[in-house]
């Protein structure tokens, strides 16, 4: 499923890196990508999370210039909101998976590679996901200690 751009900060960044992307590859800003020979690509099944990198802070293609990039920015730390998965109920603390319905969905379910972990508001002890809720994420890259 494609994504469209997020731009779903919800606290300071802390620190981006550059990565090479294909002209080819389609990925929006807020989308989990991994590295995959020396790329960027947005994430699509939690077994890219092994190689997760971050959250994108760019849109590859630029439509409105009908431009494409070589490099794109990848937020390395910091809380992000993501689409969460019908059903789930986050608390903060809870390790937060990939889910495979796009880069920007989470699931609190278990998956193999955690992307980080949930960080609920001062005061709210839970959030059961509806349509239109945002779940916050602390990210943790693995990508530095998987290479």
Known sequence: MTTAPNYNYT???YEHM???IATTTAVNTGDCVYIASYAALPCSTDANATY??????????????????????VNRH?????????GDT???????????????????????????????????TSLAYSSGAKVPVAIAPAYMSAV
């Open 18 to 20: 550059v990565f090479p």
């Open 52 to 73: 997760f990198a971050g959250v994108s802070n760019d849109t590859n293609p630029v439509v409105s210039l009908g431009d494409t990039l070589t490099k794109i920015r």
């Open 78 to 86: 910091g809380v992000f909101e993501f689409n969460g998965t019908s």
């Open 90 to 124: 986050y608390h903060t603390g809870d390790a937060i998976y990939l889910n495979s319905t796009d880069a920007q969905t989470v699931t609190n379910q278990a998956g193999s590679h955690t992307i980080g972990v949930c960080v609920l508001n001062d005061g709210v």
């Open 11 to 13: 606290k300071k960044i």
